[in-house]
């Protein structure tokens, strides 16, 4: 599961959202509902990008509030910038998918951290076949230590890099020909839109 749902402080926090039989990723409703009044600690009705954060932080991952702004884009279907109850379900489906993708490449079992070629044999295994450059330069912005190896929090960015990167292309690309011819401001708003 997700980090947030990592049990730090067994008896402050509410039950791990759990699978129903409909599908793996379908979690409980009481028990999401639980962990929803948790994250949204100013009991708005829904969830901001700095509670996201502090909670990803209490499971583990630190991110910067862009890398979470860019988490919430994923499941914001009304445009507020900030996740309802509803959107907190495609949340929790969404990191836990990400994470279920980095639990299946191989990792160093020391470290928990998966190697540059792993991730590259493992991205081509989702559809992504990127040549040499295009991946030195992937791992170049998300392997910034030069480590040789990411661990989540790192492949969590990248998966968002590039599921924004396709998004961004698609809506220059509705014909789907795999090519696009774009102006300076068209160029500029595919840059800032795949971040």
């Not at 994470?99 to 928990?112: V, Y």
């Not at 190896?149 to 690309?173: I, V, Y």
């Amino acid at each position: 599961m997700w980090p947030l749902t990592r049990n730090r402080h067994q008896q402050s926090q509410p039950q791990q959202p759990q699978a129903v039989a409909q599908g793996p990723k379908r979690p409980d409703f009481a028990s999401l509902r639980q962990w929803f009044d948790k994250v949204d600690t100013d009991h708005s009705g829904h969830i901001t990008a700095q509670e996201l954060q502090a909670a990803l932080l209490e499971g583990g991952l630190n991110l910067s509030l862009g890398t979470v702004g860019c988490i919430i884009r994923q499941v914001d279907r009304d445009g507020t910038g900030t996740v309802s109850l509803a959107e907190f379900e495609r949340l929790h489906e969404f990191l836990a998918s990400v994470q279920d993708s980095f639990t299946r490449l191989k990792s160093d079992p020391a470290t928990g951290r998966v190697s540059l070629p792993e991730v590259a044999l493992g991205l081509k295994s989702y559809g992504y076949d990127l040549d040499a450059a295009v991946q030195r330069a992937l791992f170049n912005r998300f392997d910034p230590t030069r480590s040789g190896s990411m661990g989540l929090q790192e492949f969590l960015a990248l998966t968002l890099f590039l599921r924004s990167a396709n998004a961004t292309f698609k809506a220059f690309d509705p014909a789907n020909t795999g090519t696009v011819h774009l102006n300076y401001a068209q160029f500029l708003y595919a840059a800032v839109n795949s971040n």
